[in-house]
Each structure stands twice: as structure tokens, then as C-alpha cells.
């Protein structure tokens, strides 16, 4: 590792996903000036070749647990080597096109009201994907799933200048370890998803902003880092322990309720 303090501490989570966690460091180290940023991989259990490719690199800090932990527990650990005060949480599955991390980094520091940030998702074919969330309420479901108005999907805003939003996707996302350590981390609860949701809400209970920076561009190749969790018929299933801790038993279930009802509607209604 570099003598020098870097910048940012890029902390990324994997579980069996050796191929695109490399991908990821490969991009990282392609675009970002190497006194710039450190990265942490923490290993949660895996058993393909992860190990093997990450604990005799001397360019990264690799950290295995004993067992997958969960994305929270193991972004936490990571958080513990970080030498920055600037932390960037990606997942796996994400890929730089280029340096403008550091311009994001750079916004960050010069904007005293921000608490969080994070950048503009792409799909592989480089196509913008939705990474902003508009709150996560009953009525902007039945909003969405009733009246067919969009107000409950993630959501990617028009332009590129940054603009402060309700939520966005923990994908990719730059806090000061100051304010990260101040309110308690990732929420230990929470194994998977929804997670960045409770994130989101500790930063607005801060009376911090929380930005969207479309001038920094990532790729995001959705659902990798966690496809090996469940088959395709059952990825929503994942989504049942953790909705119910974000929203509470009542409002989960009436959420649901108006999401189901409303796409039964619709599929009765062709």
C-alpha cells in the first residue's frame, strides 16, 4: 500500500463473485491516480476463487470472514481499515468509465450540507439506470400501481447537474467516516437490501442532504453481486425480512398489498 494517506477508502463486499469484484478493482485502478484511493475487499465466506485471487495482492486490503455476514456487517468491518476520511461503499457488480469519482469527491468536500452522495447509474449497454429512490410510501404506491404515475420505482432525474433526493441506492455511495461512525454505520439488521433506505434515513434525521451526481457515471451490472442468493422465481422472497424492518409489519404489508392489487388489476384488466 502507498505510504501517503489516500483520499478515499473504496470498501467493497463480495460473496462468490470473484470475476466482476475483480472487474471492479481492475476499473478502479485504471481511471483513479494511485495515491488517490485505497481499496478494502471484504470477503464474506466465499467459495469460488475469491481468496485465491485477492490475499496475496499487496495493492488491496483483504478481509475474510469466517462466514457471509451480510452486506452491512461487512461494509462495518471494513470501515474499521480505513485509513481516509472519505469512505465510497461499491458493490461488486460496479464498474469506473472513467475518473469522475474524484470530481464527486471533490463536490462532497465543498458542499457542507451533504451527508451523502452517489453517482449516476449505467447499465452495460451504457444506457442511464435508475438509482434515485422517491419515498417509499403507501400512497406513492398506490400512486404508481393504481394510477400508473410513476412515484415508487428508483428513478434516474433529467440533466446533469447534482440534485438533492430522498434516497438513493446503496450500490455506490461516498459519506465522510466521521458522519458514517457519528450515526452508527449500516444498520447491522438489515443482511441484504433495504439497507441503504435506513442509511438514507439516518443522514435526512441529520438535517444533511443527500445528492445525486449525475457527472459521475458507473456501471452497474444489477443484481450480480446477489444472484447467487436465491433462484429468479424467489428473488423477491429476499426482499420480505428486510421490508418489514424498514417500513414495520402494518406498512409493509399494506404496501405490498397495493403493489399486488394494483398488477392484478392490470392483468385481469389485458
Known amino acids: 500500500m502507498n505510504l501517503k494517506t489516500p483520499q478515499l477508502s473504496i470498501i467493497i463486499p463480495t460473496w462468490n463473485t470473484a470475476d466482476i469484484t475483480l472487474n471492479c478493482i481492475n476499473s478502479i485502478q485504471k481511471y483513479l491516480p494511485k495515491t488517490f ?4 475487499v471484504i470477503d464474506n465466506a466465499s467459495a469460488d476463487n475469491t481468496s485465491d485471487l485477492f490475499s496475496k495482492n499487496k495493492n488491496i486490503i483483504y478481509v475474510r470472514n469466517s462466514e457471509n455476514l451480510g452486506f452491512s456487517k461487512a461494509c462495518n468491518i471494513g470501515v474499521k481499515y480505513a485509513k481516509s476520511d472519505y469512505l465510497l461503499f461499491l458493490n461488486s457488480d460496479m464498474e469506473l468509465v472513467d475518473s469522475s469519482i474524484v470530481d464527486m469527491l471533490s463536490f462532497f468536500q465543498k458542499n457542507s450540507n451533504c451527508g451523502l452522495v452517489g453517482p449516476q447509474f449505467l447499465n452495460p449497454d451504457k444506457s442511464v439506470q435508475g438509482s434515485v429512490f422517491p419515498p417509499q410510501t403507501s400512497l406513492n404506491a398506490f400512486r404508481e400501481f393504481w394510477l400508473n404515475q410513476k412515484s415508487y420505482s428508483k428513478y434516474f432525474p433529467a440533466g446533469d447537474n447534482p440534485l ?19 450515526i452508527g454505520g449500516w444498520n447491522e439488521k438489515y443482511f441484504m437490501y433495504y439497507e441503504d433506505l435506513d442509511l438514507c434515513r439516518q443522514i435526512r434525521k441529520s438535517n444533511l442532504k443527500i445528492y445525486y451526481y449525475p457527472k459521475c457515471k458507473l456501471i452497474h451490472r444489477h443484481g450480480a453481486s446477489g444472484a447467487n442468493l436465491a433462484n429468479s422465481d424467489n428473488q423477491w422472497r429476499r426482499l420480505i425480512p428486510s421490508s418489514i424492518l424498514y417500513h414495520g409489519y402494518f406498512n409493509h404489508k399494506l404496501i405490498n398489498f397495493i403493489i399486488w392489487s394494483g398488477q392484478k388489476i392490470k392483468t385481469t384488466g389485458n
Open 37 to 40: 484511493f485505497e481499496i478494502i
Open 164 to 182: 438533492s433526493v430522498w434516497a438513493i441506492s446503496g450500490g455506490a455511495v461516498l459519506i465522510k467516516k466521521e458522519l458514517f461512525e457519528k
